[in-house]
């Protein structure tokens, strides 16, 4: 039990501190062949694993969706986060990302079949909006191109959400049996193939430089943030309640938020305290009331790959 919580510590720390990362790895590396590096790598890592430990593959037929699913949660979630850092501070985009949860009921209640909104998701949805709206409105009141730099950023912030959560969506919707390691191998890899497309063509290959810094922080990224990460989760959800396990989603945050204080000088005051605790509050209220009881009933019960599966698609993404 003492592993299963350290495993659990490991996630709350590792992933609340990839934000810091990203924005000390982005100060000599190009965003999108940044993130093509750490997906890439982190991807032929764990399917090396796989392969030493002669693990199936998902059939060919099932790649395209797999394809997708990475395109929208990793090339489109990660690379927005990722994108934003350059003009938004790495607390303030940990907090930014806690509304993911806000997009997947929007997603989920635009769908035919879908859930519709409760009278608490809408006040989740309120308490949560009144969060980032103290959080970004006395940056865009001061004007100037900081400020319209700033915007793009939370723009590209919203863009990673909306994408992370139709991602979610759409392998809720097609689940499929292969192992979660395996799709998460061709998810990450798939994800980091776009990346790269879009630095080339961008022209980022010519502003690829590495300080030790910059290395240090994508190593970091890569080893810790995307495989050491994923392994602890999975050790965690073998051995915790989801309940327990799924707590690291309010934690992460409060990690950026103070380590980007301490470690980049980031602001860090009553306001932005204040509007954390409403961010998190609102994604709390939403995410219960998006829960059915019989679901979490049934989770007591489910296989480790259901288990992956349901809090994967439920919690924040790994920055």
């Known amino acids: 039990m003492a592993l299963a919580w350290a495993a659990w510590l490991c996630i709350c720390i590792v992933w609340g501190t990839t934000y810091l990362a990203i924005r000390i790895a ?5 965003p999108a062949l940044m993130g093509a590096m750490r997906w890439i790598a982190a991807g032929a890592i764990l399917a090396a694993g796989l392969r030493l430990r002669r693990e199936p593959w998902p059939p060919v037929r099932e790649w395209p969706g797999f394809a997708l699913a990475g395109l929208l949660l990793i090339g489109l979630g990660n690379g927005g986060v990722i994108f934003a850092e350059q003009y938004v501070p790495s607390g303030l985009a940990a907090v930014i990302v806690a509304t993911v949860p806000f997009w997947m009921v929007g997603v989920e209640a635009a769908l035919p079949s879908g859930e519709r909104i409760t009278r608490s998701t809408a006040a989740g949805l309120i308490a949560g909006f009144a969060g980032i709206v103290l959080l970004v409105w006395p940056e865009l009141r001061r004007g ?16 990673a959400c909306a994408g992370w959560a139709a991602g979610s969506t759409y392998s809720k919707r097609h689940a499929v049996r292969s192992g979660i390691a395996a799709v998460t191998a061709l998810q990450m890899l798939f994800g980091g193939l776009l990346m790269l497309v879009v630095g080339v063509a961008l022209g980022e290959t010519r502003d690829v430089a590495f300080s030790t810094r910059s290395a240090a922080a994508l190593a970091y990224l890569t080893l810790a943030g995307s495989v050491g990460a994923f392994l602890a989760y999975g050790y965690a959800l073998r051995h915790l309640p989801i309940s327990t396990v799924s707590l690291y989603a309010y934690v992460n945050p409060v990690i950026a938020v103070v380590l980007g204080a301490l470690v980049l000088g980031e602001p860090l005051g009553g306001r932005i305290v204040v509007a954390t605790a409403l961010v998190l509050s609102g994604s709390a209220i939403v995410r219960m009331s998006a829960t059915p009881g019989t679901e979490r009933r049934r989770d007591t019960g489910a296989t480790l790959r259901g288990r992956l599966a349901r809090v994967w698609r439920r919690e924040l993404p790994p920055s």
Do not use: D
């Open 144 to 159: 100037g191109g900081n400020a319209l730099m700033f915007a793009w950023g939370i723009v590209a912030l919203q863009v």
């Open 26 to 30: 982005l100060e000599t590396l190009p």
